[in-house]
């Protein structure tokens, strides 16, 4: 049986101004993903969220913790072109963290970190020695830069996520793996919001 509904109604958004595509342009835009850290669109919601709590749950370990080894062992396509390199938008996501007044929140699954420690899948190619490094730098930083950098680790066995970043009030990015489902409305930024908290509370990491 088919239900026929309109996308205003699956969206929740029949109270805005905006009528038909307008209304889909104004609150939902896809945006590509280029297996690597390089994103101009990403690095502009950044700007544009400074002074905001901008809450972060990647699919793994955050690109913006990994020394320039593990940069280029994740994304070695992304060095072969010109222009920024993953380890430039990483310098660049860092030193928007160092101005005053930024906050910057990350939950990311345990696992991931366990996973990279023991070498498991393709970390199994990086030496013992160079993890441990790796790890180290993590921590390092994360304690330098906390407050303005809080990072949660979660039991992704007990609860699921979908990556997304939520950049302050402005918009909420879904991760799809080919590009980005951006969002605008307050209610999916508020959802998204909410969401993050409900991992914060759970976090097995603190």
Same mark, same amino acid.
């Given at each position: 049986k088919t239900a026929r509904v309109?996308?205003?109604w699956l969206l929740?958004?029949?109270q805005r101004e905006e009528m038909g595509a307008e209304i889909i342009e104004a609150v939902m835009q896809f945006e590509p993903y280029r297996d690597s850290p390089v994103?101009?669109?990403?690095?502009s919601w950044l700007r544009e969220a400074q002074g905001? $709590?901008?809450c972060t749950v990647p699919m793994g370990m955050p690109d913006i913790l990994k020394i320039d080894e593990l940069m280029r062992h994740e994304y070695p396509g992304a060095f072969e072109t010109k222009g920024l390199t993953p380890i430039d938008a990483v310098r660049q996501r860092l030193e928007l963290l160092a101005q005053p007044h930024q906050q910057l929140e990350i939950a990311s699954p345990q696992e991931a970190f366990a996973q990279f420690a023991n070498g498991f899948g393709h970390w199994g190619a990086l030496?013992? &020695?160079l993890r441990g490094r790796a790890l180290a730098h993590?921590? &390092?930083?994360a304690d330098r830069l906390y407050p303005s950098l809080r990072v949660y680790l979660y039991d992704a066995g007990s609860t699921y996520s979908v990556?997304?970043?939520?950049?302050g009030a402005q918009r909420v990015a879904v991760f799809l793996g080919a590009s980005y489902l951006v969002l605008n409305s307050a209610s999916h930024i508020e959802m998204f919001a909410n969401r993050f908290d409900a991992l914060? $509370?759970?976090a097995v990491v603190q």
């Open positions: 309109s996308v205003d929740g958004l029949s994103n101009d669109g990403f690095l905001s $709590r901008i030496s013992a &020695e993590m921590v &390092e930083l990556p997304f970043t939520v950049f914060i $509370r759970i």
